[in-house]
């Protein structure tokens, strides 16, 4: 048989993305914590939850920009890799959310923390995006983070991710897309996600993403997590 060392990833389960006052609120986020609290007992041998933690000038936010190109989900923004000044992206404007300090950057009451092993804090670097919990926008593993999540899961033996979180086809996307970069096996708990655009274009977009990238969007009623139930008994 072969190795089988799981761990559970929480994606940004932020007030910010959260009904009723998020800024940046998810549809359904909230309801994701029993499931998502659930997955905490379970014997992952890393349980690892990510957050935004923006400066209050982060290069994405609206007020940033001057108008009229400083609308929130319909401007985008030209960035610059700090790393390659010669690369460069574009990437939505978003309201001003998950702020340093702000209680919309904490982790909704809802939601075990204790049963957290370590928090990864992401989008530290106002001049970059940063969806993914394993590197920003150009792949840079930098103070953009507060650790290299991708080294931690080598140190810790992990052979299988299992993702869970906000927004699936943002956030959750990204970090499953690099976590499978990182040649870890990555699943993503579709009851244990929820979307920003649950449409085509949103989540049915991040589907033929992860099919491309051998990515499983499995049921937490399914035998892929049922094989973490297995080691939890065992």
């Given at each position: 048989?072969?190795?089988?060392?799981?761990?559970?990833?929480?994606?940004?389960?932020?007030?910010?993305?959260?009904q009723?006052?998020?800024?940046?609120?998810?549809?359904?986020?909230?309801?994701?914590?029993?499931?998502?609290?659930?997955?905490?007992?379970?014997?992952?041998?890393?349980?690892?939850?990510?957050?935004?933690?923006?400066?209050?000038?982060?290069?994405?936010?609206?007020?940033?920009?001057?108008?009229?190109?400083?609308?929130?989900?319909e401007?985008?923004?030209?960035?610059?890799?700090?790393?390659?000044?010669?690369?460069?992206?574009?990437?939505?404007?978003?309201?001003?959310h998950c702020?340093?300090?702000?209680?919309?950057?904490?982790?909704?009451?809802?939601?075990?923390?204790?049963?957290?092993?370590?928090?990864?804090?992401?989008?530290?670097?106002?001049?970059?995006?940063?969806?993914?919990?394993?590197?920003?926008m150009?792949?840079?593993?930098?103070?953009?983070?507060?650790?290299?999540?991708?080294?931690?899961?080598?140190?810790?033996?992990?052979?299988?991710?299992?993702?869970?979180?906000?927004?699936?086809?943002?956030?959750?996307?990204?970090?499953?897309?690099?976590?499978?970069?990182?040649?870890?096996?990555?699943?993503?708990?579709?009851?244990?996600?929820?979307?920003?655009?649950?449409?085509?274009?949103?989540?049915?977009?991040?589907?033929?993403?992860?099919?491309?990238?051998?990515?499983?969007?499995?049921?937490?009623?399914?035998?892929?997590?049922?094989?973490?139930?297995?080691?939890?008994?065992?």
């Amino acid at each position: 048989m072969s190795k089988f060392v799981p761990a559970l990833v929480v994606v940004d389960m932020q007030e910010d993305f959260c009904q009723p006052n998020g800024s940046l609120a998810v549809a359904g986020g909230r309801e994701l914590a029993p499931l998502i609290n659930e997955l905490l007992k379970e014997s992952f041998a890393l349980k690892v939850a990510t957050k935004d933690f923006h400066p209050p000038d982060h290069v994405s936010f609206d007020i940033c920009h001057p108008p009229p190109d400083n609308k929130a989900f319909e401007s985008t923004v030209t960035v610059v890799n700090p790393m390659n000044p010669a690369e460069s992206k574009e990437i939505a404007l978003w309201p001003v959310h998950c702020v340093q300090g702000m209680p919309g950057a904490e982790i909704i009451e809802q939601i075990d923390v204790a049963e957290i092993d370590i928090i990864v804090e992401k989008g530290r670097d106002k001049r970059v995006e940063m969806y993914s919990g394993f590197a920003d926008m150009f792949g840079n593993k930098s103070g953009a983070a507060s650790l290299d999540l991708a080294a931690l899961l080598y140190h810790k033996g992990i052979t299988h991710i299992y993702i869970v979180g906000l927004a699936g086809d943002v956030c959750v996307k990204c970090t499953a897309i690099d976590a499978k970069l990182e040649g870890f096996e990555t699943h993503v708990i579709r009851e244990g996600t929820r979307s920003v655009d649950e449409g085509e274009a949103g989540w049915g977009a991040a589907l033929k993403e992860f099919q491309n990238c051998g990515i499983k969007v499995v049921s937490i009623s399914g035998p892929e997590v049922a094989r973490v139930n297995a080691v939890t008994r065992g």
